[in-house]
Structures are given as structure tokens and as C-alpha cells.
Nanobody
């Protein structure tokens, strides 16, 4: 069982930056692939990116590639989402999630592969 708690959301102007954190409980954090998703009002939850167990591999949605960076600190049971050059269309509730599967980035964009989810944190980007 893994419990996830996101933090770091808020209001930022377009072009600004935010760093989200996702703290995980449980001793097996390092065995999970960690993903970030987001959901804007009236839209489906969409994949943002993911990171493998060691942090050596990441994969991003095209919409955030080059602007967002995912990292993890297994000693702190925490995964991060650094968001730069934010745009109003990045406004959404951001969720972290844990998947106990093999590293296959082309499949990891699917929500159904993730076993555990956080409660989400709101990010609002003003124009």
C-alpha cells in the first residue's frame, strides 16, 4: 500500500515556475514508477510524464516536453515536478500516481496502469 500526498500548487503568472512535490508513504517507494497527470475543468485526466525507479529515465507528454522536469529522491520517498515557462493552458489539478509495472514509456501514459493516486494539487496560471 502506498499513500501519496501532493503539495506545491498555487497561482502563478504565465512564464513563471512552480515545483510540485509528491510525498509517498511506505518502504517500497523505490520499486514504483511514478507518474504525473493533470485534469483541467471539463477535460479528461491527461498524462504529463513519468520517471522510473532509479530516476535515470523519464518520459514526457509532448505538451510539456522541454518545460517540465520530473525527478525523485528515493531517500525522501518524494517525487518532484518542476514546471517552467508555464502557460495558461497548464492550469489544472495535478496528480501524482504510482505504478508497479515494468518500464515501458509508451504504455505508461495510460491511467489504468497506475495503482495509487494522490488527492491532487491545484495549479492556476494567469495570463
Amino acid at each position: 500500500q502506498v499513500q501519496l500526498v501532493e503539495s506545491g500548487g498555487g497561482l502563478v503568472q504565465a512564464g513563471g515556475s512552480l515545483r510540485l512535490s509528491c510525498a509517498a508513504s511506505g518502504r517500497t517507494f523505490s520499486s514504483y514508477i511514478m507518474g504525473w497527470f493533470r485534469q483541467a475543468p471539463g477535460k479528461e485526466r491527461e498524462f504529463v510524464g513519468c520517471i522510473n525507479w532509479s530516476g535515470g529515465n523519464t518520459y514526457y507528454a509532448d505538451s510539456v516536453k522541454g518545460r517540465f522536469t520530473i525527478s525523485r529522491d528515493n531517500a525522501k520517498n518524494t517525487v518532484y515536478l518542476q514546471m517552467n515557462s508555464l502557460k495558461p493552458e497548464d492550469t489544472a489539478v495535478y496528480y501524482c500516481a504510482a505504478a508497479g509495472v515494468s518500464w515501458n514509456p509508451w504504455l505508461l501514459s495510460q491511467r489504468t496502469l497506475y495503482d495509487y493516486w494522490g488527492q491532487g494539487t491545484q495549479v492556476t496560471v494567469s495570463s
